[in-house]
C-alpha cells in the first residue's frame, strides 16, 4: 500500500520561500510517478509537477522558473521548492503517486495515491 505523507506548508510573505516534502512508501517495486498538486476550496485541483523514477520531470507552465520538483530516492522523499511565492499561490498542496512512468502527466484523475495535503498561505 502506497502512503504519503506532505510537510512543510506555512504562511509566508509574497515574494518568500517554501519547500515542501512528501515522505513516500509502498512504491519502490514497481514504475511510478509522484506528483505535486494544488486546491483552492471551491477550484478544481491543479496539476503542479511531477517526476518518474528515472528523475524525467514536468512543471505546469503557472508555476514554471518558480517551482522546483525534485526527489531523494535515499530518503523516499519527493520535494517542491517553491520561490517568488505570490497570494495566488494560496491553497492545500498535495502529494501523489501514479502506477505509471507518465512524467508529463498532471492529471489529477491519473493518479491513484494521495496525500492528505498541507495549506500553503501567501499574505502580507
Known amino acids: 500500500q502506497v502512503q504519503l505523507v506532505e510537510s512543510g506548508g506555512g504562511s509566508v510573505q509574497p515574494g518568500g520561500s517554501l519547500r515542501l516534502s512528501c515522505a513516500a512508501s509502498?512504491?519502490?517495486?514497481?514504475?511510478?510517478?509522484l506528483g505535486w498538486f494544488r486546491q483552492v476550496p471551491g477550484k478544481e485541483r491543479e496539476g503542479i509537477a511531477a517526476?518518474?523514477?528515472?528523475?524525467?520531470?514536468n512543471i505546469a507552465d503557472s508555476v514554471k522558473g518558480r517551482f522546483t520538483i525534485s526527489k531523494d530516492n535515499t530518503k523516499n522523499t519527493l520535494y517542491l521548492q517553491m520561490n517568488s511565492l505570490s497570494p495566488d499561490d494560496t491553497a492545500i498542496y498535495y502529494c501523489?503517486?501514479?502506477?505509471?512512468?507518465?512524467?508529463?502527466?498532471?492529471?489529477?484523475?491519473?493518479?491513484?495515491?494521495w496525500g492528505h495535503g498541507t495549506q500553503v498561505t501567501v499574505s502580507s
Open positions: 509502498g512504491y519502490t517495486d514497481i514504475a511510478y510517478c
Open positions: 517526476i518518474d523514477s528515472d528523475g524525467h520531470s
Open positions: 501523489a503517486a501514479a502506477r505509471s512512468g507518465r512524467w508529463w502527466d498532471l492529471l489529477p484523475r491519473d493518479y491513484t495515491y
